[in-house]
């Protein structure tokens, strides 16, 4: 019994093989828009902490320089120094200044020491950004700037994020 | 003679691709790495310099300009008080449900535009149960008009009127110290 031949498709070996890129580039002409769109123009770079959620604001001011300040649901900060406690609606009481409620020493100290060493004329000038979460209520952020206002840092600017 | 071949415009012809795919390929990485898929903003911005002029007049002159305070009590309703000439006008915006009746106070402060076109600042005294977020609002409330409105106002400067679209601007919290 003669065995069937095994179907093989013609193929030209002496020809190029070419691939198109057509579909390649339009994809990436996509992702090109895209990410020309979000591109960031802005002289400064802040990276929120993952778990604190920003206000959402119609401002379309562009990020000035200054001293960064983060005030999340559990502490407030300044770069990676954790100044005071938070408990979602409040600092903590051993944050407080004893005599004064709205005083947060610690935040006083390392705003004083930051005034002097600083080169940043921004900072110099009293210039703060607050980077704080969006559920915090008005007494804590009073505090802040209650304090920040005292070490002479009047100038309190409050980053959102775009709507 | 010779026999003539013609071309038709049916013949297909391959556009070379791969130079833009190429240059694509090196741009992708670089705007990947610079690109912000978060866009910040920040409150106090740059202001027109006309507005920043009748800003600093109105400093200058306190008590010659109507002095506003927005006053947001634990209840989230706003009590908008102007007071000019010993004179006080207090309107009451009470919340909306559980939120802040947002368009009712920037109605009010169109209204307070249109009477008061020099003034820029005022004064926001929140009850310190308010959330960020609600205060960020009123921020925005109280910056600029929901309906496009445009005010007129003399430029403290040039002595020519001016139109803004800016309602107040400058916003002070008065209740720090308290």
Redesign the interface.
Known sequence: MARRKRYTPEVNKKTALMVNVTSLTDMFTVILVFLLQTYNTSEVQIEPPPDLRMPTSQSEGVLTQGLEMTLSKESLSIGKEVLAQVNGKDFAANDKDPKDPNFIPALFKSLEKTAKETTVKAVKDGQILLIADRELPYAVIKKVMYTASMAGFPQVKLITSSQ | MGIKKFRTHYEEF?LD??P??AI??K??PV??I?????????????LPQVVKQAIEDQNKNPDKLAKIKIIVDDAKTMNVVVTKDDATDTASIPAKGDTLNLVALNAKLVEIKKKNPSVFKIELA????????E???I??GS??SNTSDEFTFVDPKSGKEVKTDFLFPEIV?N???Q
Do not use: A, G, H
């Open positions: 391959e691709l791969t833009l795919l694509i390929m741009l992708v705007l990947v610079s690109s912000s898929f978060l866009q910040l903003t920040q409150i106090e911005t740059d929140p009850s310190d149960s308010l959330s960020y977020s205060i960020v609002t921020l925005d910056r600029k919290f209740n720090i110290f």
